[in-house]
């Protein structure tokens, strides 16, 4: 029997990532560059060499880290 993730399985996964990793996709014609940066104060220096050309900035955290 093969599983078949649900949309909540999707939306609750999570990879570790360090250094920056670039996802490509496409949607309605539009191609987008989506960079994970990682949050860890040792990755922020690499943050830098992804903002030329930058269009938009969207900004993503975990609500299970608030006020921590």
Do not use: M
Request: hydrophobic share 40%; net charge positive; with cysteine.
């Amino acid at each position: 029997r093969q599983y078949l993730p649900s949309t909540q399985d999707i939306l609750r996964t999570r990879v570790k990532t360090t250094g920056i990793v670039e996802i490509n996709f496409t949607f309605k014609d539009l191609n987008f560059r989506v960079f994970d940066v990682g949050g860890q104060r040792s990755e922020r220096k690499k943050w830098i060499h992804c903002f030329e050309d930058v269009t938009a900035i969207i900004f993503i955290v975990a609500l299970s880290e608030y006020d921590q």
